[in-house]
């Protein structure tokens, strides 16, 4: 029989360790690729997850069989109850220090039963272009945006209600989310939750002048190891008090996947609405 295998390649705009992290970290492969209760990438660690389209849903049943930090992740891939077994392959080679090119081999696809559409070259072809040219993508490439209103109010007002989110301008973040106690001093833990308390975003005040700027970075982990490295996404925010009293408040964003940035703009766009109308109250 012969052996059928497709081969994908990809570049995409990020570190390799950041791309190697959505191939490896259970957490993460949640949003980009399969809902996966657990992943480990270690040499004969056995994991299942399920997935299908138009209805139809296969348990896949996978094993670790070489794992090569940050550069190489290959994991059989079968279904059950269905005879075959492939090889999935994930290569990375770091083009430069934000860039980094992806080459996925699916082999022995011929393997499984011709006589099942899923299981045919097309529509592997599909869904691994979907997954590697969109989702992957959309996650491990980040985007930087700002948002600005003018607040009918004094500096100080302004400052007041950003140090108080919640209940207020908390409000606009997926039906609602709470900050955890904090002092606003840098260094100190940023959580946010959300309404029945489960962790949404983890980081810690990176700057605060007590004034006019505050910077909250966050870790890619929302339940980071104590030695943990800070990520990349900083939520910045930036006051100026103008020559009639007013104040104009802008919100950076920093670094944000992609597959987030539409959402985000409209929820700080809400965001942004509530501070001024609590602030001009």
Not at 20 to 32: H, I, N, R, V, Y
Not at 103 to 112: K, P, R, V
Not at 120 to 144: D, H, M, Q, Y
Request: one cysteine or more.
């Amino acid at each position: 029989m012969e052996t059928k295998q497709l081969v994908f390649e990809h570049t995409y705009s990020a570190p390799i360790e950041r791309v190697w992290k959505a191939l490896t970290d259970k957490e993460q492969l949640k949003a980009w690729y399969f809902d996966i209760a657990d992943f480990k990438p270690e040499l004969g660690f056995e994991f299942t997850f399920s997935g299908g389209k138009d209805g139809e849903n296969f348990v896949h049943h996978c094993k670790v069989v070489e794992v090569n930090p940050p550069h190489k992740l290959s994991y059989t891939w079968a279904y059950e109850g269905y005879p075959g077994q492939s090889l999935v392959s994930f290569e990375l080679d770091e083009l430069s220090a934000k860039e980094t090119k992806l080459t996925l081999t699916h082999s022995d696809i011929d393997t499984f039963p011709d006589d099942n559409d899923a299981f045919a070259p097309a529509s592997f072809n599909e869904g691994w272009t979907f997954i590697l040219g969109e989702s992957l993508r959309k996650f491990v490439e980040t985007e930087s945006f700002a948002q600005s209103t003018v607040i009918s109010a004094s500096l100080e007002k302004v400052w007041h209600v950003i140090m108080h989110p919640n209940g207020q301008w908390g409000n606009a973040f997926g039906g609602g989310a709470l900050l955890k106690d904090t002092d606003w001093q840098v260094g100190s833990p940023v959580i946010w939750t959300d309404l029945e308390g489960d962790i949404g975003a983890n980081g810690i005040v990176t700057a605060n002048n007590g004034r006019d700027l505050l910077d909250l970075t966050y870790y890619d982990e929302l339940h980071p190891a104590p030695d943990a490295q800070l990520g990349d996404y900083i939520e910045r925010f930036r006051l100026t008090q103008n020559e009639d009293g007013h104040t104009a408040l802008t919100i950076d964003i920093e670094e944000l996947p992609k597959m987030y940035i539409s959402m985000h703009k409209e929820m700080w766009e809400n965001a942004l609405q509530i501070i001024k109308k609590e602030a001009e109250a």
